[in-house]
């Protein structure tokens, strides 16, 4: 038997729908993550993008469990003495949904190149609409 190497120019990439409707955040993050990154595949190698386009739709609607709607802080930095901010589940969800789903996301890919470059493969949206028809996504279930 011989092993297989995978090239860029063999890989097929999907695009699937996800409703996050009622979904938990870090469950469902953590499916989208796999996807992103392509360990789903047979095909998977840890130095290429063999993963897949993910559209997310109902961010507004993500469950958090226990007490983190009001316990749980992100915070920004602006590297300046007094510029830390502090902003709970519960408002980001308010104000950003989007936002709250990508920082989930993004804290569970590698964090150099190839992290950013599959980051950008993911498009979350707050309500049931997205612009992506025309790249005709596969509903798939989390």
């Known amino acids: 038997?011989?092993?297989t190497h995978i090239r860029k120019e063999d890989i097929e990439?999907?695009?699937y729908l996800v409703d996050a409707r009622d979904k938990v955040l870090g469950?469902?993050?953590?499916?989208?993550?796999?996807?992103?990154?392509g360990k789903d595949?047979?095909?998977f190698s840890p130095h290429l993008d063999s993963g897949d386009f993910v559209i997310v739709v109902n961010a507004e609607k993500?469950?958090?469990?226990g007490d983190k709607l009001k316990g749980k802080y992100y915070y920004n930095y602006s590297g300046y003495p007094g510029g830390l901010k502090a902003i709970t589940a519960e408002k980001l969800?308010?104000?950003k949904p989007e936002e709250l789903l990508r920082r989930a996301v993004k804290g569970m890919l590698p964090k150099n190149r190839l992290g950013r470059k599959v980051f950008k493969k993911l498009k979350v949206y707050a309500g049931s609409?997205?612009?992506?028809?025309a790249q005709q996504p596969q509903q798939i279930q989390i």
Not at 62 to 65: D, I, K, Q
Request: charged share 35%; net charge positive.
């Open 129 to 133: 609409d997205h612009p992506h028809e």
């Open 27 to 37: 469950r469902l993050a953590s499916e989208i993550a796999k996807i992103l990154r």
């Open 13 to 15: 990439k999907t695009w």
């Open 41 to 43: 595949k047979a095909i």
């Open 93 to 95: 969800l308010a104000k």
């Open 1 to 3: 038997m011989k092993t």
């Open 62 to 65: 993500v469950r958090l469990t």
